[in-house]
């Protein structure tokens, strides 16, 4: 459900026309509504060189994995045939939010929470041990890769949202490899899991790493550091 502030800042961004607005939004627990904003300035962008800048950090702090506290043009969504790929369990809301931007000229982003996400379903998929999770991830990721190669922008802006989805894309590495410590198995066992996973992310979507976080990021993925990774995830996961 939406508050009030979302109908006033309706009212601003109709006057201003923006292609995409992102907006913040309360975590609703059950019992409490939680703010949580985007952490971002109100901004707003008016050429697609500020806009790749502007969400191409949105992409990065995940603020785009979900169409939720969102504002869509349908005349977009239309004429780009912008759909839910159907082939994924998981994924599917931020490859069809970035899909969108790569026609998004202009942007508006707003640091007022305006929508309300529960999270109270303690059956929800995200919550699940989640099976072939790795295969789910790659594919949206090639599609997340795709969709900016096949854009119309410049290369400088592509390359924004480029380097924003190769930190994404190792980020998520580890959210696969999390997962190996729901199922019964020895740490042996998750090991070697480990390293099919890290091998399978090393020959799928090869990316560039360009700046140190990245590096920082993909280092221990991209050498197999398997013992070293699945420490991490058990003293993470407790």
């Known amino acids: 459900f939406v508050t009030e502030e979302y109908f006033e800042i309706s009212d601003n961004v109709t006057r201003i026309q923006p292609d995409f607005v992102l907006l913040g939004r309360y975590i609703y627990n059950g019992k409490h509504l939680i703010p949580h904003t985007t952490g971002m300035k109100d901004q ?8 790749a800048e502007l969400l191409s ?25 912008i759909r839910f790929d159907e082939r994924l369990p998981i994924g599917e809301d931020k490859v069809f939010v970035v899909q969108y931007i790569m026609h998004a000229s202009t942007a508006v982003t707003a640091d007022q929470p305006v929508y309300a996400l529960s999270v109270e379903n303690e059956e929800s998929l995200s919550r699940k041990k989640r099976e072939n999770l790795s295969e789910y991830i ?7 890769f795709r969709a900016v190669r096949e854009a119309d922008l410049e290369e400088t802006c592509k390359g924004k949202y480029r380097e924003a989805l190769t930190y994404s894309y190792y980020r998520s590495a580890y959210t696969v490899i999390a997962e190996l ?11 070697e899991e480990t390293k099919k ?17 990245i590096m920082i990021l993909a280092l221990p993925v991209r050498l197999c550091m398997c013992r070293g990774i699945d420490y991490m995830m058990k003293k993470k996961t407790g």
């Open 138 to 144: 790659l594919l949206e990721h090639e599609l997340l």
């Open 197 to 213: 996973i890290c091998m399978n992310y090393n020959r799928r979507i090869r990316c560039r790493l360009n700046t140190l976080k």
């Open 44 to 51: 707003i962008t008016e050429t697609s060189e500020s806009t």
């Open 181 to 191: 410590q729901k199922m019964d198995l020895s740490p042996k066992q998750r090991i």
């Open 57 to 81: 950090r949105a992409l990065e702090k995940q603020l785009l994995n979900a169409p939720s506290s969102k504002i869509f043009k349908r005349n977009i969504i239309e004429k780009n045939t």
